[in-house]
């Protein structure tokens, strides 16, 4: 999924990016260098790319088109979706001669997943931090600069409820991405804040690399991050990392809280105390 990039700003949302462009200079960085190694499968980057090409914008796409997105010409489009298509991942509509993911590629999120070691010792915790707190709560993990939902309950207050599992957004100003940021060694996090593009999401996102340390450490101190309307506007949201046995971050789990239903100070020192024991809970058994 291609991570989100505004256009302009919005309330409850940021607005995603039509092309589906976002994100590609790390991508076109490890490209580039791995075309240089004489193991890197070009065909494979090829085909992936191909399957990158669809979104929640582009559900259905034209040989043309693919062959266009994928900047590749109308022959190897036409091979790779041929294959693809053998294979099950790509399925075309005899009508309408367009292509669209197929189902099967839900296999590889349930391979991920089922793999995980994190997801399934976080899951029980989850669930009763729904449970006490009737919000939404989230397991994330850290790709470079982004972080990625792995598991979420919802809630019947959701305020985002187009975030689903396999969503990325940005680490920096995201409360689970500083939850993570914070337990990381100082240079670490600099480093990915250096590498992050830091957008102003709503007029409230932090993005001075200076100042969002000076938040990790204040973060760190107090054992939880927390933002508000950062990356939405009227999301309030609270998270804690998950540590492993080296003291590294694995991930980390947040509250979400629509700012209609947010009594501060009393749910800011609810909430975190609940995230701080189940994070407590879930590090001890990883």
Not at 103 to 108: V, Y
Not at 124 to 143: I, K, R
Not at 207 to 224: C, H, K, N, S, V
Not at 278 to 284: L, P, T, W
Request: glycine share 6%; proline share 5%.
């Amino acid at each position: 999924m291609n991570p989100i990039t505004p256009t302009k700003k919005a309330r409850g949302r940021p607005a995603a990016d039509p092309d589906g462009k976002a994100g590609r200079g790390k991508a076109g960085k490890e490209h580039a260098a791995n075309e240089e190694s004489t193991l890197f499968v070009n065909s494979v980057e090829k085909a992936m790319r191909v399957l990158g090409v669809f979104n929640a914008k582009r559900r259905e796409l034209s040989m043309t088109q693919i062959a266009s997105l994928a900047d590749l010409d109308m022959s190897a489009a036409q091979r790779f979706t041929h294959t693809l298509g053998q294979l099950g991942l790509l399925r075309r509509d005899p009508a309408t001669k367009l292509y669209e993911l197929s189902p099967r590629m839900l296999d590889f999120a349930y391979q991920f997943i089922g793999a995980n070691e994190l997801v399934g010792l976080a899951t029980p915790f989850l669930q009763q931090l729904a449970a006490e707190t009737e919000e939404t709560v989230n397991l994330t993990l850290l790709d470079d600069t982004e972080i990625v939902f792995v598991q979420r309950f919802v809630s019947r207050h959701v305020l985002t409820p187009e975030v689903i599992v396999g969503t990325r957004l940005p680490a920096y100003c995201t409360s689970s991405g500083l939850a993570i940021l914070s337990a990381l060694p100082e240079d670490e996090a600099r480093a990915v804040l250096s590498r992050s593009n830091r957008i102003t999401y709503t007029q409230y996102t932090q993005t001075d690399p200076d100042q969002i340390m000076e938040r990790l450490a204040r973060f760190r101190q107090q054992g939880y991050a927390h933002t508000e309307d950062e990356m939405y506007l009227g999301d309030i949201a609270t998270a804690v990392a998950v540590l492993g046995a080296d003291g590294r971050p694995r991930g980390a789990i947040n509250v979400a809280v629509s700012r209609a239903r947010w009594h501060a100070p009393e749910d800011e020192r609810r909430i975190s105390a609940l995230l701080m024991a189940a994070g407590r809970a879930i590090s001890s058994r990883g």
